[in-house]
């Protein structure tokens, strides 16, 4: 095919060039038509305001996909044809741009964008910040329930959907019962109950780890060393990293437990402790003994090292004043049953 001259496109040649080629052919040229036969038309379409508004200049509207037809496999080939036009993922915002919103509704009734990003090798995005209020939850739940056949979702469902962001926007918002019973599922008080502790122990568990994290914040001002980071090694776990005056990494995972095994299952079921210099377990509970202690840090691996809030302390030399103290005492004493003996957390 002859090559065009500079600035040959516009809207009214690429009109022109269109109407030739469905003189042609009877319909408007598909993607994969235009890349075998017409490179530089397919470049020009989309440099000038996409396929959706030719096909209305041309009189060709888009035809209604029916019932069933969206799978995994039709939306996947329509973001192949975009992305092989455009050599980038398109967003919602393209896609509604050019006609295609569709498409869109389909890729939120089959997981989502991140779901078909990480299924065509791209990286999965962050919601933006303030992307998820009650209403953007509520409203992405609703395509996921009724695509599983109007099924409540469980964690797990979410999870294998690669649903994790609304996961934890469900968390962070009110937990997996008021979401229930936003989108019209009942509830049995056992249910709620549960829910409860669940929350209860995850605000305990974030709590500690931030009186962990001021301490050691604090520490590393004073002995002018770098500044701790959080979540830099391990993304998906609540875990503090930081790196010590003599270079060593050190990763420190602050545990509520009241067991001996929950705390030994800290490097016995995982294995970041082997990507460190050295791991604190750092615990904060008044039901392990100081003999316990010792049997665990005897029992650990070499650069494990088992610490109570008190000992991570002194092996800081960070002096507690009475404020932090008392609120140590009171997170190491208090359960979801005994939480109203204390201030609220």
Not at 55 to 66: A, D, F, M, S, T
Not at 74 to 90: G, M, Q, S, V
Request: with cysteine; hydrophobic share 30%.
């Amino acid at each position: 095919m002859t090559k065009k001259p500079r600035n040959y496109w516009s809207t009214e040649t690429i009109v022109n060039e269109l109407l030739s080629i469905i003189s042609i052919i009877n319909k408007f040229p598909i993607t994969s038509y235009l890349r075998k036969n017409n490179m530089s038309l397919m470049n020009a379409i989309s440099k000038h305001g996409g396929v959706f508004k030719f096909q209305r200049l041309v009189g060709c509207i888009p035809e209604y996909k029916q019932k069933g037809y969206w799978t995994d496999e039709t939306i996947l080939n329509e973001l192949n044809d975009i992305i092989n036009n455009t050599n980038n993922f398109p967003t919602h915002e393209y896609l509604e741009s050019i006609g295609k919103k569709d498409i869109v509704h389909a890729i939120c009734n089959h997981g989502g964008i991140n779901r078909f990003r990480k299924i065509m090798k791209y990286d999965v995005l962050k919601a933006t910040n303030g992307y998820w209020t009650e209403d953007s939850i509520i409203f992405d739940l609703k395509d996921i329930i009724k695509n599983n056949n109007n099924v409540f979702p469980t964690v797990e469902y979410l999870k294998d959907i690669d649903r994790i962001d609304i996961v934890s926007a469900i968390t962070n918002y009110g937990g997996m019962i008021w979401a229930r019973e936003k989108c019209g599922f009942s509830v049995t008080e056992y249910n709620r109950y549960m829910s409860d502790i669940k929350s209860y122990i995850n605000k305990r568990g974030k709590n500690t780890e931030d009186i962990v994290f001021n301490i050691l914040s604090k520490y590393c001002s004073i002995k002018d060393i770098n500044a701790p980071i959080k979540n830099r090694m391990f993304p998906n776990k609540k875990r503090i990293e930081f790196v010590c005056e003599n270079n060593k990494n050190i990763g420190i995972d602050v545990t509520n437990t009241r067991t001996i095994n929950n705390i030994r299952r800290k490097w016995t079921k995982c294995n970041y402790h082997k990507y460190l210099d050295e791991l604190w377990i750092v615990v904060v509970s008044d039901s392990i003994s100081s003999n316990e202690y010792k049997e665990l840090n005897i029992n650990s691996p070499d650069n494990v090292y088992i610490y109570s809030i008190e000992e991570f302390c002194n092996e800081l030399q960070y002096d507690l004043d009475d404020v932090m103290e008392n609120k140590i005492k009171r997170y190491k004493s208090c359960t979801f049953h005994t939480r109203n003996q204390y201030r609220k957390d």
